[in-house]
RNA sequence: GCGGGUGUGGCGGAAUGGUAGACGCCGGGGACUUAAAAUCCCCUGAGCUUUGCUCGUGCGGGUUCGAGUCCCGCCACCCGCACCA
């Protein structure tokens, strides 16, 4: 018997190091185990761990260490998404080095992340700004540019003018600069794209096969591929020119009365000359675009006096600049069917074009009235000639062939996914390797150049990007020439670093990013851990990545993430003074029923549950509450209650809570009696059934019905008395708790006198027949209400469980002397008497 | 507007069409203690005429011996996309 208390602040350290020194979780590739590749969504180093990524981890280290005791050979691997903005910011802030800043980061952090006890071969430990990494990256980057999908062209950025650099629409507020404030312009800018538009088919359907991805995940990234077909065709304009459009419904072409172009539509603009028109397109390009202006943004428009020439009657068709247009959409151009599109009729309706029904509900509704919004709806073809009594499906086809067979259009497909812009105006990120030179444009940098490192003596004390104006970084040779050439200054999107990371945790060879075999003994992902707000961004990019290395003969992996997982937030309820103003959970106190600041008494308000953020200081830190309960408390606070996709609150009672578990748990572990003897059968039975679905629910990441069932468990062995069963009961609570509460488990473990690292230790067996009950709980009803429970042996016979329940009191009573009409017998479950 | 999700006690949440509320938190009562902490035990959906009965899983219908679960129609909240032709 040792003390009676866990002391986590000695244990935790004890036993991280116990398994740092031992290499307890270094993945060996060579390895002939089935192999477990687990992978939780690499942070970026900002500073300290946040509740966020402990709950991230703790999911994903819960089934490394689970697959391990199932004799797994598993790769849990962590690194530093260490490339981004935040590192410059600090830089302009602080006066710090953007890469010491970042590394001091990582230092903290990863001393945080190991106080958490996370079982992860930190042998394979990274950062994306270390030279080495982003030296392959451009070895990368270098091979899909001479695959022809990196390409380079001018293309609108949003610009901000006084801190001299390109912002993504997200850092865009209300038209200003969210730093500067100042008022973003559009430039136009020489940009390097990927070529992902090439692989929208590809990762539109590489989306059915991902059967462990989440459905919305699946639709988010559907939606976002945006694949639509229909038919591009040209009308003949009255000024000679030619205008394609794109139309999704061909079958109403014959509802037609006006085509509309963007505004910045070439023709739009050979017209800008006029005062008039240029003063439409300037009224156009300042509509805002956010949601509530967009709904309420009345339709313009500004008719050219062109007229269009319907493919089929002929009939002149004005041409309209309109708002509503875009132009980087299709042909930037449309024919207007005001009947049956829904903004084409509000724009009908305000400039009194006719509005012509083409398609109805049959054949003799084809001169009903319109109503007062378009019909999108499937229906029969009227009032259009030839097309006259088809479907809507058959109709677009007869279109379609139509203008294939007269040579005027065809029928496309048209995506809504763009290409991959990657160019950043900014200091730190991978270096593109590119030369610029006089007299061959763009040359790739020779390999045996790589990598093209960032220059360590730079300031910040200016706005703009320090490459740029860095002395003499820029300043280098023509490969082909020799002759004096300069280096692209633009970097890359920190995106690109996390497109690949994941290869290279599972091979890092000195001389090549990784290294096919290797790659594929550990690929794809078998769990891939992280939050929906990357649904789209960064594992859509993953996807286009690993595909297009395959497509170069790099990698014989198509889709890196066989299942993905996206964990909910960890929230915590807001604490606001009468100002305004926020408080943190520690500046306030409960008094009586309402909350008050700790300072002055002040009165607050408890408000809505979100999610931790420095803004709204409604943020725990993880260090505090570890050195108050230790990790495991932590841990198993991060699994227990809310399902792992929904959101988690946080609260300081819970966390207690979780603290008393751990000490009564350990209580529990000391109570392993050597000499106790004879079966206690109900509780052996409990521990089977519970080894059995405590690897269900965590395979399924149930981890929250793993926690129950753990509760469960521990009640009935605390309440048993002393048997070698109640000493298996204890046993298996110390196995199914280690991966959710291993420094408690080893120390347990360690007490009991057991060699080695129950770490390495295998998952118990369970003895199939003890998951079995020989009695069962029958529940007996009269018109389908409770009435009774009775218990009877397993397999009593539909006769027997009948008469058993005929024979009982309350149902006796509730019957009433009422005929029995029929009486349902589920054997094992209940019996349901019907009169 | 389009697409998706969620809705169960004071709270987080369990529940192959078969005893709704497992498990945890909060709360109440008790034991131990000089006292506190810790620990242990009991109670804890609502209501009622309380050996028991009635109601109860967002709302309204339906299928079924039996519905939180299946079907139809609504409501509320959350998320994503959005003038995508």
Redesign the pocket.
């Known amino acids: 018997m040792t003390d009676t208390r866990f002391d986590p602040s000695n244990a935790d350290g004890r036993w991280q190091r116990a398994w740092d020194e031992a290499g307890t979780f270094t993945a060996d590739s060579n390895s002939d185990k089935p192999k477990s590749y687990i992978l939780e969504m690499f942070p970026y180093p900002s500073g300290r761990i946040h509740m966020g990524h402990v709950r991230n981890y703790t999911m994903g280290d819960v089934l490394a260490r689970y697959k391990k005791m199932r004799g797994h050979e598993v790769l849990h691997p962590m690194g530093w998404d260490a490339f981004g903005m935040p590192a410059e910011n600090a830089a302009m802030e602080k006066k710090v080095h953007p890469g010491a800043w970042t590394r001091s980061n990582i230092e903290g952090m990863k001393a945080q992340l190991k106080r958490i006890g996370f079982a992860l071969d930190w042998t394979r430990e990274f950062a994306t700004c270390d030279p080495d990494y982003y030296g392959h990256e451009q070895a990368l980057f270098l091979d899909m540019y001479e695959a022809g999908l990196v390409y380079r062209r001018q293309s609108e950025v949003n610009w901000d003018p006084v801190d001299m650099t390109v912002l993504a629409n997200e850092q865009v507020i209300d038209g200003k600069g969210w730093r500067s404030g100042a008022e973003v312009e559009k430039r136009k800018l020489d940009q390097w794209f990927f070529k992902i538009t090439e692989f929208a088919e590809d990762l539109l359907e590489g989306l059915d096969a991902l059967e462990d991805w989440p459905?919305?995940v699946r639709?988010?990234q559907e939606?976002?591929i945006?694949k639509?077909s229909?038919l591009e065709f040209s009308f003949a304009l009255s000024n000679g020119e030619k205008l394609p459009v794109?139309?999704?419904?061909p079958d109403t072409i014959f509802g037609a009365s006006f085509c509309a172009i963007?505004a910045d539509h070439p023709i739009a603009q050979a017209l800008a000359a006029n005062p008039e028109v240029g003063a439409f397109i300037d009224e156009c390009k300042k509509?805002g675009?956010t949601?509530a202006e967009?709904?309420t943004?009345d339709?313009l428009g500004f008719d050219t006096g062109i007229t269009a020439k319907h493919p089929f009657t002929g009939a002149p068709l004005p041409v309209f600049i309109a708002?509503?247009?875009?132009?980087d959409?299709?042909?930037?151009?449309?024919?207007g069917?005001p009947g049956h599109?829904?903004?084409d009729f509000e724009f009908a309706t305000k400039y009194k074009l006719p509005i012509t029904r083409v398609v109805a509900k049959d054949a003799s509704e084809a001169d009903a009235p319109m109503g007062d919004e378009a019909e999108a709806g499937d229906g029969v073809i009227v009032n259009s000639d030839f097309l006259d009594g088809k479907s809507v499906e058959e109709a677009k086809a007869d279109v379609i062939a139509r203008a294939e067979a007269g040579g005027w259009g065809e029928g496309t497909t048209?995506w809504?996914l763009r290409d991959w812009g990657i160019s950043r105006q900014r200091y730190w990120g991978t270096p593109i390797p590119i030369i610029h030179s006089p007299d061959h444009g763009p040359v790739p940098v020779p390999r045996d150049q790589l990598p093209v490192e960032l220059p360590e003596d730079i300031d910040f004390d200016q706005p703009g990007n320090p490459l740029e104006r860095h002395p003499t970084w820029k300043h280098t040779t023509c490969p082909i020439t020799g002759k004096p050439a300069v280096r692209e200054t633009d970097t890359l999107d920190t995106f690109v670093n996390s497109s690949w990371y994941f290869l290279r945790f599972a091979s890092q060879p000195a001389d090549a990013p990784f290294d096919p075999e290797e790659i594929a003994k550990w690929m794809p992902v078998q769990h891939y851990i992280g939050g929906?707000e990357h649904?789209?961004l960064h594992l859509l990019y993953s996807r286009f990545w690993t595909r297009a290395l395959a497509h170069i003969g790099k990698l014989d992996v198509n889709e890196p993430f066989a299942a993905l997982f996206t964990q909910g937030m960890v929230t915590h309820e807001t604490y606001a003074l009468g100002d305004g103003s926020w408080l943190s959970p520690d500046e306030v106190r409960k008094d009586g029923a309402d909350w008050i600041a700790i300072e002055d008494g002040a009165p607050v308000t408890a408000g809505r549950v979100v999610k931790m953020s420095k803004s709204k200081k409604n943020v725990v830190d993880p260090d505090a509450i570890i050195a108050d309960y230790g990790a495991d408390a932590v841990r198993w606070f991060m699994l227990?209650?809310?399902?792992p996709e929904?959101?988690?609150?946080w609260?300081a009672?819970?966390i207690?809570?979780c603290g008393?578990?751990v000490?009564?748990l350990w209580?529990l572990f000391q109570q392993f009696d050597p000499a106790a003897t004879g079966e206690d059968k109900p509780l052996a039975r409990k521990a089977h059934q519970a080894i059995v679905a405590v690897a269900e629910d965590i395979e399924a990441l149930?981890f929250?019905?793993a926690?129950?069932r753990i509760?469960?468990l521990t009640?009935a062995t605390?309440?048993a008395a002393p048997s070698e069963s109640r000493n298996f009961a204890i046993q298996t609570l110390m196995y199914l708790s280690s991966p959710m509460m291993p420094h408690l488990a080893e120390e347990a473990w360690s007490v009991a006198g057991n060699d080695g690292l129950i770490a390495d230790a295998p998952w118990p067996e369970h003895d199939p027949a003890l998951l079995v009950e020989d009695e069962v709980?029958i529940?007996i009803?009269h018109?389908?209400?409770?009435?009774d429970?009775l218990t009877a042996p397993k397999g009593a016979s539909k006769e027997d469980l009948e008469a058993l329940a005929l024979a009982s009191e309350?149902v006796q009573?509730?019957l009433d002397g009422a005929e029995i009409r029929?009486v349902?017998v589920?054997p094992d479950?209940?019996v349901?008497i019907?009169t």
Do not use: C, H
């Open positions: 459905d919305k639709l988010m939606n976002w945006g639509s229909g794109y139309t999704t419904r963007a509509g675009t949601a967009l709904e943004a339709k708002n509503f247009v875009l132009m959409y299709g042909t930037g151009a449309v024919m069917v599109d829904q903004r048209v809504r929906i649904a789209i227990s209650d809310s399902p929904r959101d988690l609150p609260s009672s819970g207690e809570g008393r578990f000490q009564r209580r149930g929250n019905k926690v129950a509760y469960e009640g605390e309440k709980t529940a009803q018109k389908g209400k409770l009435r429970t309350k009573r509730s029929k349902v589920v479950r209940l349901n019907v």
